[in-house]
Every structure is written in C-alpha cells, then in structure tokens.
C-alpha cells in the first residue's frame, strides 16, 4: 500500500473542504482511498468554541452519555456519541488557538459530498472517501485512528466461511476496513505541528471493494454493535 500526505496551510473557520481539497490534491487515481481528519471539517464548518466556556459542560453536552472520569483524569471523560465511545465527545483543544473544536455535524452526509464532488473532479469511478479522527482502546496506552464518516467502499471484510491454514471454517472475524485505514492515516497525520490532515491511499489490498454508490441508511448502521450486545458490555454499563 502507498500512503502519501499532504501539507496544508493551517485551516480557517468557513473555508470550503472542496475548495480545500482541490487546492491540496491535484491527481486522483482509479482504487484510492482519500482520508481526511475530522478536525478541518470541524473548523471548515465553524464547530469553534472559546475556551472561556466551562468544558466540562461542553462535553456533557455534545455527549449521547457521559460516564464519571477516573479518579487519576478527572479531566478526561468517556462518552457515548453517534454509536462511539470515544474521550471527551471528541472534543479537541490542540491545533486550535483559543477554541475548542467539535466534531463534524453530519461527518456521514460531508463524506458521502465530499466523495460525489472528488469522483466528478478527477473523473473516477472507484474511490472512497473516510474522515477519521482519534480514538483510544481499552487498557492500552495512546491513540489510534476510527473512522466517523465514510464512503465508496465496503466497511468491512468478512472471512466467514473461508477456511483458515488447517482447513477449518472461519465463523466469526471480520476485518473493520473502516478504522484499520484510519489509524494508518492517523500514524502518518501525526497529533502535533505535521500540518498534515489529507492522505491518498493507493495501491490497496483486494480486501478493499469498492463501490459506486453511497452507503444505504441500513448499511451505514451495519458497522455499529448495539451496547447490550458488545462484548464490552460485561465491564462497562450505563443507562
């Protein structure tokens, strides 16, 4: 897989993402992946808010669920939002002067935009479109990447039904393409002063098939685990 990153100036409230991504990507490919960090959606659309705001109801705010902080980070709270759980509702207060930045409004329908409007420029059929941001996982320490809106693709790769190295079925891993591609867009991005937040993906895996419509509303939910259904569930509730 080629992963190339594209330096950008540092991003203005209301700027177009289109105008953005034109400016930045000047040739597409047939079977490329465009990643995207939330964090210049976010600014693009103007999701600021001053840092003179209490965060702590901020986050209780943008937040589906809040749970109470750890006692040793009683700054960093684990949320529930859009089917994520994620620190902090995905705010970010790095790379932003004096304001705090929210995640996209609607990062699904901006990929699916976003994907329609690279495909007519670049006049390509196969392509697909994530907007990531990052994310933790349980009982590891630092970040990777998770995938908040996507398009042009399958989100995942299932291997139910083929057979392993001894012949046996394989009856329950699949791969999530979604977030296996954003934490390497996240790993090359970087989290400090890169100024890097585009990465072009080519030369793909056949793990990757595309497709040439956007993701249904049923599709879309078919990457989510209800929580009472997530292996997760047994050490982590809510109501």
Not at 2 to 10: C, D, L, S
Request: charged share 25%; net charge positive.
């Amino acid at each position: 897989m080629k992963i190339t990153t594209i330096k950008t100036h540092k991003i203005k409230p209301k700027e177009s993402i289109s105008d953005i991504l034109d400016t930045y990507i000047t040739k597409l490919t047939e079977n490329s992946i465009v990643a995207i960090a939330s964090k210049i959606i976010g600014i693009s659309e103007n999701r600021l808010v001053s840092k003179n705001k209490n965060k702590i109801n901020l986050i209780k705010k943008e937040s589906d669920f809040c749970f109470e902080p750890p006692k040793k980070q009683p700054n960093f709270y684990l949320t529930l939002k859009d089917h994520r759980l994620i620190p902090n509702a995905g705010i970010d207060e790095s790379n932003c002067d004096d304001s705090y930045v929210l995640l996209p409004k609607k990062p699904q329908l901006t990929a699916k935009k976003i994907w329609e409007h690279l495909r007519q420029k670049h006049q390509i059929k196969n392509l697909g479109v994530i907007i990531t941001d990052s994310n933790i996982t349980p009982l590891r320490l630092g970040v990777t990447g998770i995938t908040i809106g996507w398009c042009g693709f399958n989100p995942i790769y299932n291997y139910v039904g083929q057979k392993d190295v001894f012949g046996e079925d394989l009856k329950v891993t699949q791969i999530n393409l979604l977030d296996s591609l954003a934490t390497t867009a996240t790993l090359v991005t970087g989290e400090g002063n890169e100024q890097t937040p585009i990465v072009i993906m080519t030369q793909l895996p056949d793990k990757i098939n595309f497709k040439n419509k956007a993701p249904t509303k049923k599709e879309e939910r078919s990457i989510y685990i209800t929580p009472k259904d997530d292996l997760f569930s047994t050490v982590i509730s809510y109501e």
